[in-house]
């Protein structure tokens, strides 16, 4: 079984400023997911990869296979990124999710 | 938006009863997901199913059960209700041929709330 860790668990920081968020997993995957909920609680799936790197806007997320290890940047942060991040895994030969607890990111104008 | 459909988005409910959530997939995605997210927990699977067949089950209790029908929306039913069981349930779906690469989009969930 998988066993999915996140840090920080609750990240507090100045708009404009540089956040990093990691993730790392214990057994091999086939992918690993980087989502996002909203204080209403709605989730919403941000990028998912199993190499390498991608890009969204503002948001990079890049994963080392062989370290097991994810991270989550956000670049130029502003309040409206302030929500809940949650790092998921899929692990070979099946479909479903196992989560990281989240972290919970504010940003402070 | 994510295509995916959940109804109803609160259910309120006493302790013992019996509820069914709906989830309707988004357009041409065969493969629907429940998870449940509390408060001691954080989000864990419970079952998937693929057009119409289980595929998977995690930690689903047994007064728990789920379907897909054959216009792929399913349905959670859960009985005799225990006040643990409240929690936001979500449902998600994946398309094409369920491949392990499949990014799963989330329906925007229902609160459970047991009294």
């Known amino acids: 079984k998988n066993e999915v860790e996140q840090s920080p668990q609750n990240l507090t920081a100045q708009e404009g400023e540089f956040i990093t968020i990691n993730c790392s997993y214990s057994v091999g995957i086939s992918a690993l997911h980087w989502l996002q909920q909203h204080p209403g609680g709605g989730i919403v799936s941000l990028f998912m990869l199993s190499s390498g790197k991608k890009k969204h806007g503002r948001l990079i997320a890049t994963i080392n296979i062989q370290e097991k290890h994810s991270s989550l940047h956000i670049t130029a942060s502003h309040p409206r990124d302030s929500a809940v991040y949650i790092c998921?895994?899929?692990?070979?030969?099946?479909?479903?999710?196992?989560f990281g607890t989240g972290t919970r990111l504010t940003i402070i104008p | 938006d994510s295509g995916v459909t959940q109804t109803p988005k609160h259910l309120i409910t006493a302790t013992g009863q019996r509820v069914t959530l709906r989830c309707s997939p988004r357009?041409?995605?065969?493969?629907v997901y429940w998870y449940q997210q509390s408060l001691d927990q954080g989000l864990q699977f419970l079952i998937q199913?693929?057009?119409?067949?289980?595929?998977a089950k995690g930690n689903i209790l047994e007064r728990f059960s789920a379907q897909q029908f054959p216009d792929l929306h399913s349905e959670l039913n859960l009985s005799s209700l225990e006040l643990g069981d409240s929690a936001l349930y979500f449902c998600a779906s994946s398309g094409g041929l369920g491949g392990t690469y499949n990014e799963q989009f989330f329906g925007p969930g229902t609160r459970l709330t047991v009294l």
């Open positions: 998921a895994v899929t692990d070979f030969g099946n479909e479903k999710l196992t």
């Open positions: 357009s041409g995605d065969l493969s």
């Open positions: 199913y693929y057009n119409g067949e289980e595929r």
